[in-house]
Nanobody, 123 residues
Framework: EQVVESGGGLVQAGGSLRLSCAAS????????MGWHRQVPGKEREFVAT????????YYGDSVKGRFTISKDAANNTVYLQMTNLKPEDTGVYYC?????????????????WGQGTQVTVST
């Protein structure tokens, strides 16, 4: 089983992007899925997570009010809608799945990690 991201790219500051993360049905329903991001030379940073039922979400302070995480049960896919993007949002975004929403916020808390997708925000 795995999680697979897509949707990264290059965008100007103030623009929007949507990332997707596809998973198996078991992971999608039973795990809290979310995103971390990483910039070379810095630690991996928590971005957002959503629980298995989709009833709870949690965001990192730097993205609150700009990013929205959601689930699409028909496609076993989690989305991260990113708006008002800033150059400091640049990085590799990793989808992950953890056994709880608390574990999903931790750098080493997830059981599954995607390969990462690059997001670059230009000035």
């Amino acid at each position: 089983e795995q999680v697979v991201e897509s949707g990264g790219g290059l965008v100007q500051a103030g623009g929007s992007l949507r990332l997707s993360c596809a998973a198996s049905g078991r992971i999608f329903m039973c795990y809290s899925m979310g995103w971390h991001r990483q910039v070379p030379g810095k630690e991996r940073e928590f971005v957002a997570t959503i629980n298995g039922s989709g009833s709870s979400t949690y965001y990192g302070d730097s993205v609150k009010g700009r990013f929205t995480i959601s689930k699409d049960a028909a496609n076993n896919t989690v989305y991260l809608q990113m708006t008002n993007l800033k150059p400091e949002d640049t990085g590799v975004y990793y989808c992950h799945a953890a056994r709880s929403i608390g574990l999903a916020t931790m750098k080493e808390g997830s059981d599954y990690w995607g390969q990462g997708t690059q997001v670059t925000v230009s000035t």
